[in-house]
């Protein structure tokens, strides 16, 4: 009984940890990503095939990546276990995801704005799986996503 | 050597096309960064191994492609592609694969 009540606090324990510390990072997250996007400015974003209002310059246009791995919380983890069993949507990894590929975007579009240039065309967003997450039942709840786009510049016909 | 994932480069013209090039690797972290990432999956965040565990992937794979296409004699690679597969727990299998041409400035 002592062993039983002694897990039980363990389990607590760790779903009031990852609540806590989960809800931080999260926030801290999401106020990051939204600051950062402001400082984009004007940088043109499409998943175009094509590119959209090109402009002739000596910069080549150029394949740019970017990917990022986040990993879910303890109290998320066992939020969408729960859902496991009810069925239904499990919001808790909703907002992981779109963290994830926001971050992702966002670095694309930084190193592009690095190398000079001002758009991004043909976006492609896709998820990885890195540690077996998926294959492996035991596997850690992660998101790994990588971000492809070609970067190019060009020249905002409003301007 | 102007890598693009569109079909076509503006301001260039592609006057000969080489062919398929492909560059894949297959990475894993060891067991220490393993044992982290259980423990971020406690309180959440991003995972900085494994990020850099596909950024290095990745890096590789293009690298391998590259290598490829310079052997064809092409100048630039369009339409490049990634996908990924899971072999086994903590290893990651990075794909990279894309067409080799030869693009000429203008038009």
Redesign the interface.
Known sequence: MDNFLAQMAVVLF?IA??FV??SV??RR?LALLGKRERDNGPFLVTQL???PA?T??EL????V?G????????F??FLASMRRIFGGEVRSFHSLLGRARR?ATQRVIEQSRELGYNAI??L?I?T?????????KK????V?I?A???A?QYQSPSS | M???????????HISEIKGLVQGNTVRAKHAGR?IA??F????????KG??E???ES?RQALERMLAQAEQLGANAIVN???T?????????E?YAYGTAVVAEPGA
């Open positions: 760790l940890l990852g510390a989960g990072a999260e997250h095939k094509s590119f090109y002739e310059n080549a246009p150029q394949m990546v990917e990022v791995v986040i990993a879910s919380d303890y998320k983890t971050e065309c043909n492609r896709e990885a799986d890195v540690g077996g997450s998926t294959t492996n596997g850690a709840a992660m790994a990588i492809s786009a070609t190019y | 102007i890598v693009t994932n569109t079909e076509t480069i503006a301001g260039y393993d990432a259980g971020k999956n406690l309180i959440g965040g991003e995972l494994y990020t565990l596909l950024t990745r490049v592609r990634f990924t597969s899971a072999v086994t727990a903590g290893a990651a990075l």
